[in-house]
């Protein structure tokens, strides 16, 4: 099936995560994450820190048990199991009913996570990092994000280069929607992520926002992820992570504005509270 890159392609005009802005909360347990590293690590804490999430407008907890900041290690599949699979089944224990998203590219994980009760898989290798990772999510008929990124996290702000990096960006994520949906994925349960920060550089991520149109017009939902990144820190000359919510609280807006339909941050009220205006004045 070729992926018509002019209309809506899923056919539904309808996003499977729901409709209006959603907002992805972010829960990283690792120890090392860019902005929050440590912070939420156990399932106590991290439990804790989802239902903030959820009282402050999220509607999907992201529970990711490996960082993917620039220069990080993987932790091996077995580690991640053991970090994610707990908060899963915790958060469904204090509020059942939540959506669950999973952060992670690999099968094993993403099996775990969806058994203990997750609904959503997020892969940032866009289910190039594991061969099994399409028929599982294929099988399981979950939605999933699929995001774009150049090189592995270790390497990929070494000197990443485009000569159009919306261009390539689109088509990647275009070949890889296509992949997945011969796998058996349901087109309405694809969204695309142009993946601010993953082998890019300040203009690559500033082109991506302002074109982001251009990768709306796949006729996936797109999600976009820019809470608290180093290109943030460059503009506003900031090396602190949590002094950019407003900068991010930007981003997300003009991101709703061009057509993006989901958001992943750390800092939901914030995000949520200038996209229910935003949409309001859409609406108007
Ligand atoms: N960004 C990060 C992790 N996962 N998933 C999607 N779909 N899109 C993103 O932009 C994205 C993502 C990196 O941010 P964070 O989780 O805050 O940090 P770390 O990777 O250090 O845990």
């Given at each position: 099936m070729r992926i018509r890159t002019d209309s809506v392609h899923n056919g539904t005009g309808h996003s499977p995560l729901g409709p209006g802005p959603v907002l992805f909360g972010i829960l990283n347990v690792t120890p090392d994450s860019f902005s929050d590293g440590g912070e939420f690590f156990g399932a106590g804490p991290a439990v804790s820190h989802a239902e903030g999430l959820l009282d402050e407008g999220a509607h999907v907890v992201d529970v990711g048990g490996e960082s993917t900041r620039p220069g990080s290690d993987p932790v091996s599949p077995e580690e991640e199991v053991r970090r994610v699979v707990p908060v899963v089944r915790g958060i469904l224990e204090a509020r059942p009913g939540t959506r669950v998203s999973v952060d992670t590219y690999r099968a094993s994980t993403a099996e775990a996570a969806l058994d203990a009760g997750a609904a959503i898989v997020n892969d940032v290798t866009a289910l190039g990092g594991d061969p099994r990772m399409a028929g599982v999510v294929a099988e399981r008929g979950c939605p999933v994000v699929l995001m774009h990124m150049l090189g592995e996290p270790k390497t990929m702000q070494e000197n990443p280069r485009y000569d159009d990096v919306v261009r390539e960006v689109r088509d990647y994520l275009a070949g890889r929607a296509e992949r997945a949906i011969s796998a058996?994925?349901?087109?309405?349960d694809v969204v695309l992520d142009p993946g601010i920060g993953f082998g890019k550089k300040l203009e690559h991520n500033l082109q991506l926002l302002r074109r982001l149109d251009e990768i709306v017009e796949l006729g996936f939902p797109v999600l976009v992820g820019t809470s608290r990144k180093g290109f943030l820190g460059r503009i506003l000359g900031s090396d602190d992570p949590k002094a950019r919510v407003f900068g991010t609280v930007a981003t997300s807006v003009t991101s709703y504005d061009r057509g993006a339909t989901a958001f992943r941050v750390h800092d939901v009220r914030a995000n949520r509270e200038a996209l229910e205006v935003a949409a309001a004045v859409r609406g108007a």
């Open positions: 058996g994925v349901d087109p309405g």
